[in-house]
């Protein structure tokens, strides 16, 4: 391999995977454990392939991060009461075969991205299903489609503060009341290569709707429950190869 070839590293946000091979579809016979653990070797391998990876890594959400902590309303309309039956045997199954790890106080989003900041040694390629994964600067796997998504500077500026305005109903981000896609089009056109200009916008509109002190108290309550952090202080991992691992 020419020196001037980066590695390629598959980069896994993980906590869909349990998910993905554990459930029973309607009509079929409900799997057994041995079987959702096949299928769950199985997907890794086949996304490894998929993205020409020399070695990959994945991340898991361990409990609550700290944006519950920021925002008391965080994640607060998801339902859980649709859970695989082997969830918690599956997550140690990633944990103990592939070196899946878990930091506290972070989400996986947090953690893969903050492993392609941090090593740019590598060629990572983000593996998962999420919109803000999909979202972010790069080439991106969506393994639920197995497509690659590629996001501009641009593009990604833009999902961000739209979703800003907007909010995000699913993850109890209420966002900008009354204003929506329309709204965050025609004050945003065309400035979405303008990081500086189009955040000074929404913040002036946070000013608008809430007043001085409390605009300000739900702008960084919202900026913190969506934006990603890709500063964590990672903890030593193992790359995994083909049939062998390799210690970093």
Avoid at 127 to 139: A, E, F, R, T, W
Avoid at 197 to 224: A, D, P, W
């Amino acid at each position: 391999m020419s020196s001037n070839i980066k590695p390629i590293v598959s980069v896994f946000d993980s906590d869909f995977i349990p998910f993905y091979v554990g459930f029973t579809k309607k009509g079929e016979e409900d799997k057994s454990l041995e079987q959702c653990i096949a299928n769950c070797d199985d997907f890794i391998s086949n996304i490894n392939r998929y993205n020409k990876a020399d070695y990959y890594v994945g991340y898991l959400t361990q409990s609550k991060c700290f944006r519950y902590d920021i925002n008391p309303s965080y994640k607060a309309n998801r339902k859980y009461d649709n859970m695989p039956k082997y969830l918690k045997e599956l997550k140690q199954h990633l944990r103990d075969k592939h070196n899946f790890i878990s930091q506290e106080g972070y989400e996986a989003d947090d953690l893969v991205i903050s492993f392609k900041a941090q090593n740019n040694q590598y060629k990572s390629i983000l593996v998962s299903p999420d919109k803000d994964i999909l979202n972010l600067v790069g080439k991106h796997l969506n393994p639920r489609k197995m497509e690659f998504k590629r996001t501009s500077e641009s593009e990604a500026t833009e999902f961000f503060w739209k979703s800003m305005i907007k909010g995000d109903t699913i993850d109890g981000i209420a966002g900008l009341k009354g204003k929506g896609e329309v709204f965050a089009e025609k004050l945003l056109a065309n400035l979405y290569d303008d990081y500086e200009s189009v955040r000074n916008l929404v913040f002036e509109e946070y000013l608008n709707q809430h007043g001085e002190y409390e605009g300000i108290k739900e702008f960084t309550k919202n900026y913190l429950s969506l934006k990603l952090v890709e500063t964590v202080p990672l903890e030593t991992i193992k790359l995994n190869e083909i049939d062998k691992i390799v210690c970093e």
